[in-house]
């Protein structure tokens, strides 16, 4: 359930609104960090952006590999597959 922050702000000519100091020191959002943007029906959601799997969508010990994100446990089955093969 959402609720709503109290705060209203303007969009800017390039289509920008400024997220209030308070909420961006609350859930530890910094300069440069990814924003990932949601539709939830007629609601935009921001969220701080965390990589998932491409396999599993596991957000659990993630790493990048040739620009894709692969989990621990998809990266072990991975492994034991290449050992089958060979």
Do not use: T, W
């Amino acid at each position: 359930m959402m609720k709503p922050a109290g705060v209203v702000r303007k969009v800017d000519q390039l289509g920008r609104i400024v997220l209030p100091k308070s909420l961006r020191k609350r859930y530890l959002m910094n300069e440069g960090d990814p924003v990932e943007i949601l539709v939830q029906g007629d609601h935009i959601i921001l969220e701080r952006y965390r990589p998932k799997c491409v396999f599993c969508g596991s957000m659990e010990q993630v790493s990048e590999f040739k620009d894709r994100h692969i989990c621990g446990s998809c990266l072990v089955e991975m492994n034991e597959l290449k050992v089958k093969i060979q």
